[in-house]
């Protein structure tokens, strides 16, 4: 019910939240990714991961990746908030289940055990593009690409492997075919 | 070579090349060298303000009230965090400012400096943008473009943070280059199909409505002019936001008053009846809209807007045409016209009964109060001084709350400009300032600030500038001794617990002038209001009057929380028994 003492008016019906990856090209310059994520925290907007890198460093040009959920109305308003930022030169919008798209995510797993498991491990990486970047005696650090929920669900099973340690980068995003985002 | 310019110099050179007249700032350690430059250029006043929150209402009503941006000049640290209110009440209104801050020298950033503070990140998020100038080679461009960005599409304000090494290193200067738009920030790109959509609509409306906004006033006055020419042309019942009172005349037979929580009942009920909704430069503010699920349901709605944002945020449309106010009304009109014959006839024939609905509602009367001859009703104050100035071209400030209601119900504006108050941050304290910045921008005009006197006293030391710079502002406190808005919302919504709204131990505001020296005028009963308003007019100089109304008045009619516009609260005139009266006085 709504509170009859409120000043202002109650929440209405909402739609249904789904998942999006926004890219931004943004100037690189001091402040950016604060006032690109501070417009995010400001407005109430969610982020689910964040990766951003200069790619253009002639033209000074840093790419945002950012993952996010909301309702139609608030993914345009993501949109149309972010193109009102004075550094930033394009927004491109994609849904997670947009089939002509490529997301990635890449995570360092470190396994400690003996080498059996550590065999497991690996057998069990196999399909996400396992690289060996370091190797000891007792422990070993592997490399995978994947989605989020795949390194989701290989970080929850090899726990029991002997893996102590996961960093992650957020995602980031790729149209497939020889066009390009304008 | 050419020659060299320090920081402070170019600074200044930047100003004059955009045609700045006026600096309202303050001095602090950070800001010196660009102070001390300001003997060197005689085409720039500086006002002295008292406080740096001052300085940005001062530069708001500058810019509101002449269409130019409006300039600040304040130090580091505690003179930047004075002016967020500002620039934060800037940000929601559109007003175009530059704030030009001073900040620790580059070595000292980051090492908890004396004065220092991260302005950039702190004003961040209540700017459209803003910079910290770490090359001095870079000071040129950036402050062209603060010009660019603070006027440019939907207006608002800006800041440059400059550290004072900067101020005092050298560089070239570079002239304002006509910059290519800003990452292609201009929105002036609507289609000739959406104007011969939106004419289509029209043509079809048979209960149309027009509801504009703050836009058309910042679209300059030729917007104003075209907006009056096309609801002429369409002859459609037309309201406003509080923001866009002035762009049409509110005297005019087809303006219906203000709309929203304490708008009028036909302008309301109309919003919530149309079949057809044309919002010119207004954003669906909640104040406006009151419950969304129920705001205006059976209307076909389009949304003109500079700022894609607006479009789509709370109200869904069928057509948003996204440009300039002027241009697209302008378009519009020509388009009326060259198909003339079928709208002007036809339309005006088929919008007759809703006409017809309009004047039955208007019949309630839903701004009428009942008057007294004992005590000064605060309605009847802002009637008597809007009939004894409207003679002359009177500018309007105010500060927030109910006077701030009271003034944009009964006070008529017939131009744009002449009417500034702070609406979407609702900033206490913004009205004595704000006649100062008016009053520089019209120096022969009557400005006045019509106040609360809880309001008034949060900025009052501003009276001090308008006394050094010899600014005949007329302070009209209406005093009835409460945060009366607050004290209202109790009384409907908190079982008269008047927590903390009465004030107690008010400053003798006579005296109060005196000690500013200025004039005081006091008026405690109907019977002397006329005669002390002509005095307050007729005075030279500022003047703080104070007008004793009964404390126990309500603002009418009003929207309660959570409802759609056609469940309004009328005045006690309505009501069968009088609920609203004195018992309130009891309980202080």
């Given at each position: 019910m709504a509170n009859p003492k409120s000043a202002y008016s109650i929440p209405t019906k909402k739609g249904k939240p789904d998942t999006h990856i926004i890219v931004v090209w943004v100037d690189n310059e001091a402040g950016v990714l604060a006032r690109v994520v501070g417009l995010f925290s400001g407005r109430g907007y969610n982020i689910e991961s964040l990766a951003v890198a200069e790619i253009d460093a002639a033209k000074n040009i840093s790419r945002i990746t950012i993952v996010t959920t909301g309702t139609p109305q608030v993914i345009d308003q993501i949109k149309l908030q972010l193109k009102k930022l004075v550094p930033v030169h394009k927004v491109a919008d994609f849904k997670r289940e947009d089939k002509k798209v490529i997301f990635k995510e890449m995570a360092l797993l470190k396994v400690v055990g003996k080498k059996k498991k550590i065999e497991k491990c690996l057998k069990a990486c196999k399909t996400y593009n396992p690289v060996i970047l370091d190797k000891s005696s007792k422990s070993v650090v592997i490399q995978i690409t994947a989605l989020r929920r795949e390194i989701d669900k290989m970080s929850k099973k090899l726990k029991s492997l002997g893996l102590i340690s996961t960093s992650r980068t957020g995602a980031i995003a790729m149209t497939r075919g020889a066009d390009v985002f304008k | 070579m050419s020659k060299l310019y320090s920081g402070a110099e170019i600074v200044f050179k930047c100003l004059e090349d955009q045609e700045v007249e006026f600096i309202f700032g303050y001095p602090g350690g950070a800001v010196l060298p660009i102070y001390d430059e300001?003997?060197?250029?005689?085409?720039i006043k500086h006002i002295l303000v008292r406080h740096e929150q001052g300085a940005g209402h001062a530069a708001e009503g500058y810019a509101r009230s002449s269409g130019k941006p409006g300039i600040v000049l304040v130090t580091s640290g505690p003179g930047a965090t004075n002016v967020v209110t500002a620039l934060t009440d800037a940000y929601m209104d559109s007003v175009p400012l530059i704030c030009i801050s001073g900040q620790v020298p580059t070595h000292l950033i980051g090492t908890d400096a004396f004065q220092e503070c991260d302005t950039t990140g702190i004003t961040r998020p209540c700017t459209k943008h803003n910079w910290l100038v770490k090359d001095i080679k870079d000071l040129p461009k950036i402050l062209h473009e603060a010009f660019e960005v603070a006027t440019t599409g939907r207006p608002g304000p800006v800041l440059v943070d400059i550290p004072k090494d900067i101020q005092f290193a050298k560089t070239n200067y570079s002239k304002p280059k006509k910059i290519k738009k800003v990452n292609g920030k201009s929105h002036n790109k609507f289609t000739q199909n959406e104007i011969n959509e939106l004419i289509n609509l029209i043509s079809k409306a048979k209960k149309p409505m027009i509801y504009t906004g703050g836009g058309v006033i910042n679209s300059g006055p030729k917007a104003s002019e075209a907006l009056r020419e096309f609801v002429r042309l369409v002859g459609f019942p037309i309201t406003s936001t509080l923001q866009g009172l002035g762009a049409f005349p509110?005297?005019?037979?087809q303006f219906i008053g203000m709309l929203g929580m304490h708008g009028t009942y036909e302008a309301n009920n109309a919003m919530h009846d149309c079949d057809l909704l044309i919002n010119i430069?207004?954003?669906?503010?909640d104040r406006i809209t009151g419950k969304i699920d129920e705001f205006s349901p059976k209307s076909k709605k389009v949304h003109i807007d500079i700022d894609p944002s607006s479009i789509n945020k709370i109200i869904k449309v069928d057509l948003a045409i996204v440009g300039d106010v002027n241009e697209v009304l302008k378009s519009t009109i020509k388009k009326i016209n060259q198909k003339q014959n079928g709208i002007k006839v036809s339309n005006k024939q088929k919008i007759s009964k809703w006409w017809e609905q309009i004047q039955k509602w208007r019949e309630k009367d839903s701004l009428g109060f009942i008057n007294s001859d004992k005590t000064i009703k605060p309605q009847h104050a802002v009637q008597r001084l809007y009939e004894l100035t409207k003679s002359q071209d009177t500018f309007i400030t105010t500060e927030v709350g109910q006077h701030q209601m009271w003034a944009a119900q009964h006070y008529k504006f017939n131009k744009p400009n002449r009417w500034m108050t702070s609406g979407g941050l609702g900033t206490m304290g913004y009205g004595l300032p704000a006649a100062v910045g008016v009053q520089i921008a019209h120096p022969d005009k009557l400005v006045i600030d019509i106040a609360g006197e809880a309001s008034v006293l949060m900025t009052m030391q501003e009276m001090s500038t308008a006394v050094q710079y010899n600014l005949p502002i007329k302070i009209f406190v209406l005093n009835n001794q409460y945060m009366g808005m607050v004290r209202q919302w109790q009384e409907l919504l908190h079982e008269k617990n008047y927590s903390e709204s009465y004030s107690e131990a008010l400053p003798d505001f006579v005296k109060l002038a005196e000690a500013y020296g200025c004039k005081g005028i006091k008026a405690?009963?109907?019977?002397e209001l006329d005669e002390k308003i002509k005095e307050m007019i007729d005075h030279k100089g500022p003047v703080i009057f104070d007008?004793?109304?009964?404390?126990n008045e309500n603002c009418f009619p009003m929207i309660p929380s959570g409802k759609p516009h056609n469940q309004m609260i009328l005045g006690p005139n309505d009501k069968e028994e009088n609920k609203i009266t004195g018992k309130g006085k009891a309980l202080v």
């Open positions: - | 300001l003997k060197n250029h005689s085409s509110g005297d005019d037979n430069g207004a954003r669906f503010d405690s009963n109907p019977q007008c004793q109304v009964d404390p």
